[in-house]
């Protein structure tokens, strides 16, 4: 653990270096809030903080830059969290006011929201079908021989799908199928969608039997789907091209980003910086997590992935917002 003043001068040098990218030097921490005394003891305990493995000097002459460690003492003690700023507060707030629609739509966009409020790489992981329960199935007749039956998903989802009647199928035996369908789906995972008990007439079982048959070719344990927005934005978050093509090419690959944000929830953490991401091309890369939820149970994460030089008060209040937000509409359905 740092002394206290030690400790200051640290954060001082994180937030310039967060602030202007470039090297600290113990003038400015002289300058700094909280740090009191002269720039003799500040270069020699600036000394003392590189000789730790918080900080460490770019070149001779220079000053200096938080190390990974550095980062991490910085996070760890951060105290009270952040609060959005007021501009981006509203944002969010008139984005969920206007968030309706298909899930999908909704999931992409809360990744371009992320990376429109951190200037990072939203990323959103989608919830997984098979554990999803049912909230409604209705049938809808269209035409004489086509139907639609529509599925309302715990998630938020609404699935669709066209199918053919049987001969004599009217909107009596139409509502007896809907009616049927719902007494035995409503509440059932969405993978273990399996053959519904008999009504006794034949017509009625017919077009109950050709709904429960088009929800269940959609189940299983499909792909979780994986929204990224802010990609450009966070291409300019880095000074060199391999490593924005290493960061991109991350992005693009949907199951190890799933397993990424995955596991760094499942070490207990919400912010992973460098190599505790355990990627190799993210190794300057931070990395902020956070659950969503519906009816209190979580179902998705949704994170931002920066630069290691990230503003991370921020970007921690953005996850934390957008997840809450998220998480109400969703359950509100």
């Known amino acids: 653990m740092l002394d206290e003043r030690k400790a200051a001068i640290l954060r001082a040098v994180v937030e310039e270096y967060i602030d202007t990218a470039q090297p600290v030097g113990s003038a400015h921490v002289v300058r700094s809030s909280g740090v009191r005394v002269s720039s003799a003891t500040v270069r020699n305990d600036m000394a003392t903080l590189e000789q730790e493995g918080y900080l460490r000097q770019p070149h001779t002459s220079a000053g200096r830059i938080p190390t990974e460690k550095g980062y991490r003492f910085f996070v760890d003690n951060l105290g009270q969290p952040a609060s959005l700023r007021r501009t981006d507060a509203v944002q969010v707030r008139s984005f969920f006011d206007h968030a309706h629609g298909e899930l999908e739509q909704m999931l992409q966009d809360t990744s371009r929201l992320l990376g429109d409020l951190t200037s990072y790489a939203g990323v959103v992981v989608g919830p997984t079908p098979s554990e999803t329960t049912v909230r409604s199935v209705q049938v809808v007749g269209m035409t004489p021989t086509t139907a639609l039956v ?46 519904l008990p008999l009504t006794g007439d034949a017509v009625t079982d017919a077009v109950c039997a050709h709904a429960a048959a088009s929800l269940h070719r959609e189940s299983g ?11 450009s934005q966070v291409a300019r978050a880095f000074d060199a091209i391999e490593t924005v093509r290493e960061v991109l090419g991350v992005l693009e690959q949907q199951y190890v980003v799933v397993t990424l944000l995955r596991d760094v929830l499942d070490r207990g953490l919400q ?7 355990g990627m190799a091309p993210l190794a300057e890369c931070a990395l902020i997590v956070s659950p969503y939820q519906v009816d209190g149970e979580p179902v998705g994460t949704i994170g931002v992935l920066g630069p290691s030089r990230m503003d991370y008060p921020q970007a921690m209040a953005a996850v934390a917002v957008v997840s809450h937000r998220l998480s109400e509409r969703l359950t509100e359905g």
Do not use: C, Q, W, Y
């Open 271 to 277: 912010v992973a910086i460098g190599t505790e991401t």
């Open 150 to 195: 529509v599925m309302v998903l715990s998630n938020g989802a609404v699935e669709k799908h066209t199918v053919e009647l049987p001969d004599a199928a009217g909107e009596e035996r139409i509502a007896a199928a809907t009616a049927h369908l719902a007494t035995h789906l409503t509440g059932a995972t969405r993978s273990a969608l399996g053959t």
């Open 221 to 231: 344990d499909g792909p979780d789907h994986v929204f990224v927005g802010g990609t």
